[in-house]
C-alpha cells in the first residue's frame, strides 16, 4: 500500500531506542496521545516509546525485534506502507529507508 505525505515530520528522538527478542526492558507508563504505545528503557539505559504489544508487560521481556528510528518527511513524498500499529506507520521511502511515521501525516493511497 502507498500514501503520499500531507504533513512534513521531523525525527523527535535523535538516539532511538531498540530491543532485541526476548530482551529484558524496564516498563514506565503508556502514552496518552497514542494509546498502545509505552515508554520503556533498554539495557544501554535507553528510553523511548515502543508498541505495547511487543512487549511482555508480565515478565517485561520483548516480543519481537524493535526499532523506534523515526523518519523525516517531507510534502509529497511518496511511501510505501509496511505495517501500522496504534496510529504509526512503519514505512519504506525512495531511498529506501525503513522506519516509523504519525499515520496523521499521509494520505494512503
Do not use: R
Not at 9 to 24: L, R, V
Not at 71 to 99: G, M
Request: aromatic residues 10%; neutral net charge.
Amino acid at each position: 500500500m502507498k500514501a503520499l505525505v500531507i504533513k512534513e515530520h521531523k525525527t523527535t528522538y535523535p538516539k532511538p531506542i531498540s530491543f532485541k527478542i526476548n530482551e529484558k526492558v524496564i516498563i514506565a507508563e503508556e502514552d496518552t496521545e497514542y494509546p498502545g504505545w509505552i515508554w520503556v528503557k533498554t539495557k544501554d539505559d535507553n528510553a523511548g516509546w515502543a508498541p505495547k504489544e511487543y512487549i511482555n508487560e508480565i515478565s517485561s521481556l520483548a516480543l519481537c525485534n524493535y526499532s523506534a528510528k523515526e523518519l523525516d518527511i517531507k510534502l509529497n513524498d511518496i511511501l510505501i506502507i509496511k505495517k501500522e500499529v496504534c496510529q504509526w506507520l512503519y514505512v519504506i521511502n525512495s531511498k529506501d529507508e525503513v522506519a516509523w511515521i504519525p499515520k496523521a501525516c499521509v494520505l494512503i493511497l
